[in-house]
């Protein structure tokens, strides 16, 4: 799992992002944005990001989206196929949270600004997302989504809508 360094891309297009971070753009879906709010939490905390975050971290949280899927009756074979997958980190513009192709799965490195809500750093038993993070179990599930093959639904809520909103879980 590669991290990348943040760069200052604000308002490239897909294709131009892609050609940045030598991400394939063939078969690139429309990608996964937060939900349009008026600005990113101003009260001085720092954002949650997940540049620290191992590759092991990363493998536990592909099988957690996994276990969504399998779960939903999609792809039983995915937990085995998982090592297949490739995720990276990148500081995408604007209100970019992930992007998936070609096996690969960037995901913003924080939650465009508003920070992540990661499941490691969650107390034992509490599946609250805070209202001023944005759920990476969820976006790593929908760019999951997007790598077997799902489109964007126009359902609000659903899983494979196009934006997530600040302290929601799809």
Known sequence: LATLPARAIANLSAAELA??????TSGLGAPLRATYLPSSPTDGSPHATVADLTDQAWRNLLEAAAGWWVAA??????????SSFTVRVADLPGA?????ADA???????AAGWGWHRPDQAAAGDDLIPADR????????HELGH????????????????????GARH
């Open 147 to 166: 790598l077997l093959g799902l489109a964007h639904t126009a359902e609000e809520g659903d899983l494979m809508f196009e934006s997530l909103a600040p």
């Open 73 to 82: 009756g999609l792809a039983a074979d995915l937990p085995a196929n998982l």
């Open 19 to 24: 050609s940045i971070i030598n991400f394939d």
């Open 96 to 100: 970019l949270l992930g992007l998936a």
């Open 134 to 141: 944005v759920d990476l179990l969820s976006a790593l599930a």
């Open 104 to 110: 690969q799965i960037i995901i913003d490195v924080d």
